[in-house]
């Protein structure tokens, strides 16, 4: 449902888990002076525990899709994939929802990787950083999600290009279409079972820090139409055959990505009945225009997804198993 990688942050460094967020530009981890009711029991960042963290007392406050943050913002270093950064600016939280305060959340902060028109707390992000410091050749990221169904963790993200191993073929490219920060492309077609659902001119962000595609209600309903079995349960969700092998295929560049049907039954009615109804992964709901999609990671674990500030574009292939 999500994915998180270890940070080094401070002086001496402390490992902090951290989620992964392409639908998103703003990186936070907990304050020392945030309370175990207001920010769980997660690691926490300050002038305690690091040398070099300055707070510069500026605020910020940040809506997700669901739950939201706030806190100040301050500097320090941080440490990841073999890269460095000195002095970056970020937030510490000083309030959480429980989306993110839970002692269940398994993760401490959350690092967005959108572009940084879309900040709240109108910062460069890590990987703007990585490239204006010199570290990386060009502000590229590329993502490889994993699948608890394959009992392998292939799980990586590549900070200053893509990793080649992890997909097949090449990479599809399009164009960011989005104006406002997110990584946006333009969808060619939607098919189910290689059949056509005659949905065109839509457009998709794709958001590794979002679990579901949520995608407008039409638009849901027209796709589980075409799905055996598939029906609505009246608030926005649908079930679905939990032993489905339908495929939905995503069109960008010309190149159809299905969504593998073991994510497509996203989650089981009863727990005990592995053969009777699921929770689909295709959920309806309003992003901001009528055309609009939001694509989390049901879709993302079966691509390769590059996405590139210097080009301003998004690459998509195959991902390689295992």
């Not at 989306?99 to 709240?120: C, K, N, T, Y």
């Not at 990386?136 to 292939?154: C, F, M, P, S």
């Amino acid at each position: 449902m999500g994915y998180f990688v270890p940070i080094t942050i401070g002086t001496p460094g402390k490992q902090f888990n951290i989620l992964i967020d392409s639908g998103s530009a703003d990186f936070w981890v907990p304050s020392e002076s945030c309370s175990a009711a207001q920010c769980g029991k997660h690691e926490q960042l300050g002038p305690d525990s690091s040398s070099t963290f300055v707070s510069n007392n500026a605020t910020f406050q940040i809506t997700y899709g669901t739950g939201g943050v706030s806190g100040t913002l301050c500097q320090d270093s941080l440490s990841f994939a073999g890269l460095n950064l000195t002095d970056h600016v970020f937030g510490v939280t000083t309030a959480e929802s429980t989306e993110f305060s839970s002692d269940r959340v398994p993760f401490d902060g959350l690092m967005g990787l959108a572009q940084s028109i879309l900040s709240d707390q109108a910062t460069s992000t890590p990987i703007e950083a990585l490239k204006t410091a010199g570290a990386v050749k060009v502000a590229q990221t590329g993502y490889a999600l994993g699948r608890v169904a394959d009992e392998t963790n292939i799980g990586q993200i590549t900070f200053g290009g893509v990793d080649k191993s992890k997909f097949t073929g090449s990479l599809t490219l399009i164009d960011n279409v989005s104006q406002t920060g997110f990584w946006e492309g333009d969808m060619d077609a939607v098919s189910v079972d290689g059949k056509s659902v005659n949905l065109t001119g839509r457009s998709a962000i794709l958001d590794t820090g979002t679990t579901l595609l949520i995608v407008p209600e039409a638009d849901a309903a027209a796709i589980h139409a075409a799905i055996p079995g598939a029906q609505s349960n009246g608030q926005g969700s649908f079930a679905l055959p939990c032993t489905t092998n339908a495929t939905v295929g995503l069109t960008f560049g010309g190149k159809t990505f299905t969504i593998d049907p073991r994510d497509l039954a996203f989650f089981p009615l009863d727990e005990n009945d592995l053969t009777g109804e699921c929770t689909s992964g295709i959920s309806s709901g309003n992003i901001g225009g009528a055309r609009q999609w939001l694509i989390g990671d049901v879709f993302l674990k079966s691509v390769y997804l590059s996405t590139n500030v210097d080009t301003n574009q998004i690459g998509l292939a195959p991902i390689r198993a295992g």
